[in-house]
DNA sequence: CAGGTAAGTGAAAAACGTTTTCATCTACAC
DNA sequence: GTGTAGATGAAAACGTTTTTCACTTACCTG
């Protein structure tokens, strides 16, 4: 299901919020990003087609949408805080090199299975998870032989 | 196997890292507490018996204990950083509440798997890796259908 | 389509949590 | 003991997030 304008503006209505230009234009740089994206990229990424925008409305925004469970919050290592869509289309986790930093993407993880006992042993309604290996990439490997 | 004090000497000295008064003592609160610890919580706990100790001691202290395994790292919702003991014998994982912070441990993930697979096809040597669950828990659920 | 008002915005400042810097100190090998 | 690499604490710097406040705007009502 979509999420067009008229339904994100009854979402708002419903808890008394109003759709405002800088709520849309956070929302759709959060939507059209299959990135997990800081308030800081977010920032910046709003401010190219509407440069009048303070960061402080970024992060008013952020809490709004994350309380409609419109985008969700993820906490990884580095940075901490990012966020993004609800239900992307096949999330995504991270390959990070602990040496250089490098990053590699990938998505199929297979953790469903694990989830559901998850959900039934503990009572908990899981919403998202957060998958990372670390490890030494290719060239990392490499110098650290030298 | 407990963790004496000749152990923790030579884990230690084995990465050239001393065993001070001060490592001795967070280490101290953390195995003590089952808790997960903030570096202000611990900051705290320490300078009960240890009240000259810095901030900057217990942070250096915690990247330490972490980079050699004795602790682990937790990202949750609220304040976001905490630590813990890492218990023996296997990594330990969790599912993490995301309106009250509520942590239950888990331990058997089974990504043996994926892991070889991505090692395979990126070439990396994996090290480890960091799962995390995200959802509501029991009570979170219920006060948010009220 | 006004007009009124509660909700939202942006700038600035404050409040945090964390890291850097640097002079001093100390654990540990010799 | 002595020397030295490693560790410490105070202060300052830093980046992120929150608070405050005067001003503006979305949206309801008539
Ligand atoms: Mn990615
Ligand atoms: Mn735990
Ligand atoms: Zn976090
Ligand atoms: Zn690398």
């Not at 956070?26 to 059209?32: D, P, T, Y």
């Not at 289309?89 to 991270?94: D, I, L, T, V, Y």
């Amino acid at each position: 299901m979509r999420l067009t304008e008229k339904k994100l503006t009854s979402i708002l209505r419903q808890r008394g919020y109003r759709l405002t230009p800088q709520r849309r234009a956070v929302l759709k740089v959060i939507a059209l990003s299959s990135d997990h994206l800081t308030p800081a990229a977010i920032y910046e990424r709003v401010r190219r087609k509407h440069p009048g925008i303070g960061l402080v409305t970024i992060y008013r925004t952020l809490a709004v949408l994350a309380e409609l469970g419109l985008i969700c919050e993820v906490h990884a290592g580095g940075s901490c805080r990012s966020y993004l869509m609800r239900k992307p289309p096949g999330h995504h986790h991270h390959l990070i090199c602990s040496q250089c930093g490098r990053v590699v993407d990938f998505s199929d993880c297979d953790l469903g299975g694990l989830e559901q006992r998850l959900a039934r042993e503990n009572g908990f309604k899981i919403e998202g998870h957060l998958l990372e290996f670390l490890g030494l990439c290719p060239a990392c490997q490499k110098s650290a032989q030298a």
